[in-house]
T-cell receptor, first 116, second 111 residues
Framework: GAVVSQHPSWVICKSGTSVKIECRSLDFQATTMFWYRQFPKQSLMLMATSNEGSKATYEQGVEKDKFLINHASLTLSTLTVTSAHPEDSSFYIC????????????FGAGSRLTVL | AQRVTQPEKLLSVFKGAPVELKCNYSYSGSPELFWYVQYSRQRLQLLLRHISRESIKGFTADLNKGETSFHLKKPFAQEEDSAMYYCALSGGYNQGGKLIFGQGTELSVKP
């Protein structure tokens, strides 16, 4: 149990376009999800906390208008990278707290974004 | 400020040798500490947490509040232990799962 699915697993887009990444909790409900950004063999940087039915909470330095987060249901959070630039190329990972133990996270497999 | 520091980017050992992956943290309250592992081409997964005080795959980690450390140890490394290891900190249940990660240490166990 406790599976988090991300889609797409990889995407290539042109500069200036927008890309949406979906994060789904498959067998449990998640009122909160977390979006991380990971550079190759580097740390995971927390970008934002996605809250079902309300606005996301962004970490310092993360542009809200650049990285739009929507958490419309208890099983789906989306991250939209708007007007993408090559520097947005990265590995984006979502996670959700494990049911019954909010301090343990279940991670998605990640989505690799390449902006040309 | 909350911070997790893993001083070693890469740790290379031979099979059967002891391993210690260092983790130091900075937090004003009483944090919960975790080790997550990412094997090649797999997603990040929990390895162990300090409140469980258990050994997973031969790994143990003790929280030392005096030294603000949570080093991960294994007496005899195996090749299958090769992976990226991340130390992470949570501010507690009121943080609702929000984790701060260290930079990660790549463990390479050679035959």
């Amino acid at each position: 149990g406790a599976v988090v699915s991300q889609h797409p697993s990889w995407v290539i887009c042109k500069s200036g376009t927008s890309v949406k990444i979906e994060c789904r909790s498959l067998d449990f409900q998640a009122t909160t999800m977390f979006w991380y950004r990971q550079f190759p063999k580097q740390s995971l940087m927390l970008m934002a906390t996605s809250n079902e039915g309300s606005k996301a909470t962004y970490e310092q330095g993360v542009e809200k208008d650049k990285f739009l987060i929507n958490h419309a249901s208890l099983t789906l959070s989306t991250l939209t990278v708007t007007s993408a630039h090559p520097e947005d190329s990265s590995f984006y990972i979502c996670s959700a707290p494990k049911r019954g133990d909010s301090n343990v996270l279940t991670f998605g497999a990640g989505s690799r974004l390449t902006v040309l | 400020a909350q911070r997790v520091t893993q001083p070693e980017k890469l740790l290379s050992v031979f099979k059967g040798a002891p391993v210690e992956l260092k983790c130091n943290y900075s937090y004003s309250g009483s944090p919960e500490l975790f080790w997550y592992v990412q094997y090649s081409r797999q997603r990040l997964q929990l390895l162990l947490r300090h409140i469980s005080r258990e050994s997973i795959k031969g790994f143990t980690a003790d929280l030392n509040k005096g030294e603000t450390s949570f080093h991960l140890k294994k007496p005899f490394a195996q090749e299958e232990d090769s992976a990226m290891y991340y130390c992470a900190l949570s501010g507690g249940y009121n943080q609702g799962g929000k984790l701060i990660f260290g930079q990660g240490t790549e463990l390479s166990v050679k035959p």
